[in-house]
């Protein structure tokens, strides 16, 4: 991405922040970011590990375009520790970052494919940057849908993103609780299956969300007819290393670092919800 050695945090500017909703932040972070042969800085699904010194360092997906070479964006939720360290920082202040780490979305797989994609409150990043990645090929992919459903309107996050898709694909919001103006759909995911028009056969899923979010597919995905080796998932786990040596994101044979974050579903194991 942007220094010679991945493995080495560097230092990297806020340029700014904005409150996306109560309690999630996006940091747009610029550096010298270097492209790959193909032209990304990154492969969608990737994250990096980002540090603010005496509060720790957690892993973040990233949001922005893979072929964005002047900035990354992160969304941040206000969790813990380092989280609300971030919080209280302004545009202008450093914070520390390495990587990106992590395989991302199979994107050559899903290429010539529908694809749905289906996720839930603060796991948009790595679907966001897998939908900037596939508009800037959109002839090369299929119908393309998102689902997106978060407990209110107020928290879901990007929302200027969100309407800019529109124009390149299918966008399905939903909400536990609508608010008086809201026009989308109110319940869970799974209800909008009716929405979804695809072939079966050649189409992929990708997903990121809470556990409840990947049992809600198992009603959204069966009936579609998508099946297990073209259902992609991008998990969460806690880290240290990011690099396979420190044990700590070990999930059965697997570490979330190294052979994922994204994994076929059935990977998954359900203890990992
Ligand atoms: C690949 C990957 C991508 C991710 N992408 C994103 C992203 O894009 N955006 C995002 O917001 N998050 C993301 N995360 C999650 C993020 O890395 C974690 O939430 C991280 O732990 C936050 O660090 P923290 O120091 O703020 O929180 P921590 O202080 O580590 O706390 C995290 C959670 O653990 C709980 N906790 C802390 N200490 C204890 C304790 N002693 N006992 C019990 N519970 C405790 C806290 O209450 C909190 O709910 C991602 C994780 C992974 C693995
Ligand atoms: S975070 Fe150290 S092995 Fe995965």
Not at 40 to 48: A, D, I
Not at 70 to 94: C, F, M, N, P, V
Not at 149 to 159: E, Y
Not at 265 to 273: H, L, V
Request: glycine residues 10%; charged residues 25%; hydrophobic residues 40%.
């Amino acid at each position: 991405m942007t220094t010679k050695n991945i493995y080495q945090p560097f230092k990297i500017k806020i340029d700014k922040i904005e409150k996306h909703s109560r309690d999630v932040k996006l940091f747009r972070l610029v550096g010298d970011f270097s492209k790959n042969k193909d032209g990304t800085v990154f492969m969608p699904g990737q994250f990096v590990l980002a540090s603010h010194f005496g509060y720790g360092e957690a892993p973040f997906g990233i949001a922005s375009s893979p072929y964005q070479d002047s900035y990354i964006d992160l969304i941040i939720r206000k969790t813990g520790i380092l989280t609300s360290a971030l919080h209280q920082l302004k545009a202008g202040d450093e914070i520390f970052m390495r990587g990106p780490y992590g395989n991302g979305f199979p994107v050559d797989f899903i290429s010539g494919k529908d694809l749905v994609m289906v996720t839930g409150g603060c796991g948009i990043p790595p679907i966001a940057a897998l939908i900037e990645y596939i508009n800037a090929h959109r002839d090369r992919f299929g119908r393309v849908y998102l689902i997106y459903g978060a407990r209110t309107p107020a928290d879901l996050l990007i929302k200027d993103k969100l309407k800019q898709w529109e124009d390149k694909i299918k966008v399905l919001l939903t909400v536990d609780k609508p608010a008086k103006d809201w026009s989308g759909y109110v319940g869970m995911v799974s209800e909008l299956v009716d929405e979804i028009k695809i072939d079966s056969l050649d189409a992929v899923a990708a997903m990121c969300g809470p556990g409840p979010m990947i049992d809600a597919l198992e009603k959204i995905l069966r009936p579609l007819g998508i099946s297990d080796r073209r259902i992609f998932v991008s998990m969460e786990r806690k880290m240290q290393c990011g690099i396979g040596k420190c044990q700590h994101c070990v999930v059965g044979d697997k570490y979330v670092c190294q052979d994922g974050p994204v994994f076929y579903y059935d990977q998954i194991d359900k203890s990992w919800g």
